[in-house]
């Protein structure tokens, strides 16, 4: 959340910088800046709202400097207008900032002869910094000494009047990384993905390090002991094809429709038995499992909670990550934890996850970033090959997630001794069909297509499932919400009667998960006291549900899936209401890949 670029280079930065902002829009796009420093003097550019308001302002008069920084917001303190937004600038310091000073009120008191340009939590860095300057620091001090007095999480992108040559990038408890291009260019961004293309190699700041980026050469610090430490460089992969929509209108129908390639590529790291962990007696043993997450994972991670009990006899809890930490969770010290995050850096699982560490607990972490922060911190890592995901709503990641989980429950069971080889094998067999089955749900598209036009002047969906699908009917109504902004709410069906069965009238849809499986019949008495009140139901079912539908099914929207074994149901019933969602949107014309209010990664708690 808030993206951080800044560049180092002999060349003007001032439209690299817009570039590498452009490609991290994704994660906060309410307003934008950038500052550059040439003839130690700052220039800078600010503008409300989206990227292209900054870069028409840079278009009209772009600003001179090879040396530069910039960032994109995604509000906490302060409303997003241009005032508060980054770059923050004083006497003798520029800069950016991602994350939160959590004693910024105290500080800003603290430095009371100061008057303040902005709401923002941030500004009190540059006061800081400018306080201990004019008292005669150079920059290294004053940094060290500004450090010692943040409390929160932060990365920043700093430029010093009197260091022209030197971009200062400081990461602690917020992702910072190091990009070396070409012809000693250096790069610094919360997020490699912002210059990927320019970079050959990178090193991803380690949590408290800070680090000097002068003159094609980088210097490294810990804020423990302030002497420079060595950090390791890796090579950066080829991201530039994942950059571009391609056909499509918006990244989000691209990576609905990339599902199969997705779901095959990461199957197919996981064909074979022990292929997620050497740690065999370690999960065999386990007496629990803790899975953590937010969003859309941690729906992943309420699905993967049945397949673990009822496949691999393993009890499990899943927890909101925001909550976890905060609820004093009694953690038996021969348990596990699993932390679900696509990007890796949600600051709340981050949290969870250092938590559950200094309990002693051994912590997993299934992420689709390998570099990133939580893949860094866990014992082991479980990891979704989805590539990289723009729209702002998870689509491709979550089921990916879920494939990955379906396969470490085979696994788990198997070393558990709760299956036997045979029941093993079939799991295997069924995982292996997910692809195609996916690539037929997918021709659902242009009914769902059709389908959007009635939400047109909907207020309010409900959507219901039982069992495993009963996590996919909240996912179901996340999307729903999060894209179109219609007031969604996801509900295990049996639960209708105990309160949202109020809500039903003749205006409105329910959205009905109801693969052919033992609960089918209970979910059709469901649909019964639905349609009692009037309801509107949109039945989502295959071949065999439908058949046994008899006459009911004249009085609701039948869709018919492909049939899947009921294993893999939750990820097949996940694609039509990702369409849905999606068609729904463009029908109403929202902005599909950066909806209002949300960000694709949030790194603030
Ligand atoms: C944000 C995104 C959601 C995502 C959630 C967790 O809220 O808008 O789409 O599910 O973060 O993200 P993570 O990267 O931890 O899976």
């Given at each position: 959340m808030c993206g951080i670029v800044g560049i180092n280079g002999s060349t003007d930065v001032c439209f690299d910088l817009l570039a590498g902002l452009k490609r991290l829009e994704y994660r906060g796009y309410d307003s934008a800046g950038i500052a550059t420093l040439c003839n130690k003097a700052f220039f800078r550019k600010r503008a409300e709202g989206k990227l292209i308001n900054l870069e028409r302002k840079v278009k009209e008069r772009p600003l001179p400097g090879t040396i530069g920084i910039g960032h994109t917001r995604w509000a906490t303190h302060g409303e997003p207008t241009a005032n508060n937004a980054h770059p923050h600038q004083g006497k003798h310091v520029a800069l950016v900032h991602n994350g939160i000073i959590e004693n910024h009120e105290a500080l800003r008191e603290s430095l009371n002869q100061v008057v303040f340009q902005s709401e923002t939590d941030s500004e009190v860095i540059v006061h800081l910094l400018d306080a201990y300057l004019d008292r005669g620091y150079d920059s290294i001090?004053?940094?060290?000494?500004?450090?010692?007095?943040?409390?929160?999480?932060?990365a920043l992108a700093i430029l010093f009047k009197n260091a022209p040559d030197t971009l200062v990038g400081v990461c602690s408890g917020s992702p910072l990384v190091i990009g070396y291009g070409k012809e000693g260019r250096l790069f610094l961004a919360s997020d490699i993905f912002a210059f990927a293309n320019y970079c050959e190699s990178v090193t991803y700041l380690e949590d408290g390090d800070w680090a000097e980026l002068e003159n094609s050469a980088v210097t490294i610090y810990s804020h423990k002991n302030a002497c420079p430490v060595v950090r390791s460089r890796t090579p950066v992969a080829d991201v530039a094809h994942q950059t571009t929509k391609g056909a499509y209108r918006h990244f989000m129908l691209k990576e609905i429709m990339e599902q199969p390639q997705v779901l095959k590529d990461t199957l197919a790291?996981?064909?074979s038995l022990c292929s997620f962990t050497a740690q065999a007696d370690l999960w065999k043993n386990v007496s629990g499992l803790?899975?953590?997450?937010?969003?859309?994972?941690?729906?992943?991670?309420?699905?993967?909670?049945?397949?673990?009990?009822k496949i691999a006899r393993l009890m499990v809890a899943v927890d909101i990550a925001s909550e976890y930490r905060y609820r004093h969770p009694a953690l038996s010290s021969d348990s596990c934890a699993l932390f679900i995050s696509q990007s890796g850096e949600t600051a709340d699982t981050l949290a969870a996850a250092r938590f559950t560490k200094k309990e002693g607990i051994y912590c997993a972490g299934l992420v689709n970033v390998a570099e990133s922060s939580l893949a860094r911190g866990v014992d082991q890592i479980l990891q979704t090959y989805a590539g990289l995901e723009i729209g702002?709503?998870?689509?491709?990641?979550?089921?990916?997630?879920?494939?990955?989980?379906?396969s470490f429950v085979v696994e788990v069971a198997s070393l558990r001794e709760v299956i036997s080889m045979e029941e093993q094998a079939s799991l295997r067999k069924d995982l292996h069909m997910l692809p195609h089955l996916i690539e037929e749900t997918l021709e659902m598209q242009e009914s769902l297509q059709k389908l959007a036009p009635r939400f047109e002047r909907v207020k309010a969906v409900l959507y219901l499932g039982r069992g495993a699908l009963y996590p996919v009917a909240?996912?179901?109504?996340?999307?729903?919400?999060?894209?179109?902004y219609i007031h969604a709410e996801g509900y295990a069906a049996g639960e209708l009667k105990h309160g949202p069965i109020a809500l039903v009238d003749n205006k409105i849809p329910v959205i009905v998960l109801a693969p052919h499986d033992a609960l089918f019949e209970k979910i059709l008495s469901n649909v019964q006291e639905v349609l009692a009140r009037k309801g509107q139901v949109i039945f989502f079912t295959d071949?065999?549900?439908?058949?046994?539908?008899?006459?009911?099914?004249e009085r609701i929207r039948v869709y018919v899936l492909p049939k899947a074994p009921s294993f893999l149901a939750p990820i097949v019933y996940t694609i039509p209401l990702q369409l849905l969602a999606y068609y729904v949107a463009t029908f109403k014309g929202t902005d599909v890949d950066q909806?209002?209010?949300?960000?694709?990664s949030v790194t603030v708690e």
């Open positions: 001090a004053a940094i060290r000494a500004t450090l010692q007095q943040l409390r929160g999480s932060y790291k996981y064909t803790s899975i953590v997450a937010c969003g859309t994972s941690f729906y992943a991670g309420c699905v993967a909670r049945y397949w673990f009990e702002v709503a998870s689509t491709k990641t979550f089921t990916a997630q879920l494939a990955v989980l379906a909240l996912e179901g109504a996340l999307k729903l919400k999060e894209i179109s071949s065999d549900g439908a058949s046994a539908l008899g006459t009911l099914a909806p209002r209010n949300l960000a694709k």
